[in-house]
């Protein structure tokens, strides 16, 4: 009968221990990722920095989503739960007029599988006066809408998605905190 070495033992329980550790980080990791939910609240009221300069005062109930916000010197990103409808703007520069990136956003919302831009741009204002343009979309199993605002040398997008029923409910608030959107002029 052969004998194990000393050398050999060690080798056996080093490499135990390491496909303990390998084990241990493949089903821990996860574990400890669910436990932290990649929503943050937000106070009422209070603005939240897009990127760019660009500041939204979110609907009152509204969520941050950390795993889609951005914000950053020239360009960023803002992603918003109220419910299960998603809120999601974006800034970034933009060399353009409002027809061409309201045009280049139903482009990419087209270019999406399944997806459908479905009724006529209208007109949308800011507080501060910022014109933009609106519309509707379909996607499989859901509603949208999306606007978008062209200032200062920046293009702002926004998309809201979510069923048809949690959408008309949440529409007005988001709608609401939409005309909120400022561009301070500090960032380029």
Do not use: W
Not at 173 to 178: N, P
């Amino acid at each position: 009968m052969a004998r194990i070495t000393r050398r050999e033992l060690m080798n056996i329980l080093g490499a135990f221990g390491l496909v303990a550790v390998l084990a241990g980080l493949a089903l821990g990791l996860p574990a400890v990722d669910r436990a932290f939910s990649a929503e943050r609240p937000l106070q009422a009221g209070v603005p939240v920095d897009i990127g760019a300069g660009v500041t939204v005062v979110p609907p009152a109930g509204a969520t941050l989503d950390v795993t889609g916000t951005r914000p950053g010197g020239s360009m960023g990103s803002a992603f918003f739960r109220l419910g299960a409808v998603q809120y999601k703007i974006s800034v970034r520069p933009f060399d353009g007029d409002l027809e061409t990136a309201a045009a280049r956003l139903r482009q990419r919302i087209t270019g999406n599988q399944g997806y459908q831009v479905t009724s006529a741009q209208l007109a949308v204002d800011t507080v501060d006066g910022l014109a933009g343009l609106q519309g509707g979309y379909t996607a499989p199993g859901r509603g949208g809408r999306y606007a978008v605002f062209v200032g200062d040398g920046r293009t702002i997008e926004i998309l809201i998605s979510g069923n048809d029923l949690d959408l008309g409910a949440t529409l007005p608030q988001i709608e609401a905190s939409t005309r909120t959107l400022r561009i301070d002029g500090t960032a380029r």
